[in-house]
């Protein structure tokens, strides 16, 4: 569960300011954008901003490789959007939990056949154990206060030989914290918490999970979403200052994937 400082700030910012609106996103979704492929020497579209959130959640699933058998969880599945990209995969069934209600009203609402939509906490996920082949979050790992409670109930409601696989930002070592609440008012007021990576896959591991990686892809996203920025109403926002941290070594994007041992594993 979110502490009292960070719980506010998202109730305030997903659930009644819901950030979806804001130009800095598009299409519902909520995420910085995989900009691979996309021209960033020239303007850009709306449609392309949407693209880019589609594409994070492609190379989340692709790294998934979902088959018509599994059981699929999102964990911060927010107002339901990925779960359009998801069903693209053809799961046997899909569930999505997000701390906020009133993001998962949204999603309830325009739900697709077959999806449930569920208030609950990362670190504390109202299933039984073994319940998914899969699982997934895409950028709301920087919420949780408790990724060692996200690590060890991802272990439990996976089954034997479930994927696990997050993309989000990361702090790149222990220090970097005071640094990125200068730049970054996301860091100062709790909003985003600066999880060094390495603690990330550490926690994964003594959770029981194999197969650990954490793969930069900074290189497809720090740019786009800066040209983007740049290309907004107020190009000299506080929140151009994400590639100013990205480039000073501070904080990276990663897609961190790992799977749960086999019965014979075990």
């Known amino acids: 569960m979110a502490d009292d400082t960070t719980r506010a700030e998202l109730l305030r910012i997903y659930g009644t300011g819901d950030l979806a609106n804001h130009p800095a996103f598009s ?29 994070l959640y492609d190379v989340v699933l692709d790294a998934l490789a979902i088959t018509p058998h599994d059981r699929v969880l999102e964990v911060g599945c927010g107002r339901g959007r990925g779960a359009r990209r998801i069903l693209l995969r053809d799961p046997r069934g899909l569930d999505g939990i997000d701390l906020v209600p009133e993001q998962v009203a949204r999603a309830r609402a325009t739900a697709p056949a077959g999806v449930t939509f569920t208030v609950g906490s990362a670190s504390r996920m109202p299933f039984p154990d073994r319940t998914f082949d899969r699982l997934l979050s895409v950028e709301a790992a920087q919420h949780f206060d408790d990724l060692t409670a996200f690590t060890r109930e991802s272990a439990r409601v996976l089954a034997p030989g479930g994927r696990f696989a997050v993309a989000s930002f990361f702090a790149c070592h222990d220090g970097a914290a005071p640094r990125l609440a200068e730049l970054l008012h996301t860091f100062a007021n709790g909003l985003d918490l600066p999880h060094p990576i390495d603690l990330f896959t550490a926690d994964l591991r003594a959770a029981g999970l194999v197969d650990v990686r954490a793969d930069s892809i900074g290189e497809h996203v720090w740019a786009g979403l800066d040209r983007w920025l740049e290309l907004g109403d107020t190009p000299d926002r506080w929140d151009r200052r994400w590639r100013t941290a990205a480039d000073l070594g501070l904080l990276d994007y990663y897609l961190v994937t790992a799977r749960q041992p086999a019965g014979s594993e075990g």
């Open 27 to 55: 299409g519902g979704f909520i995420n910085f954008g995989y900009w691979a492929g996309i021209p960033l020497d020239g303007g850009l579209t709306t449609e392309q901003r949407t693209a880019s959130q589609e594409a």
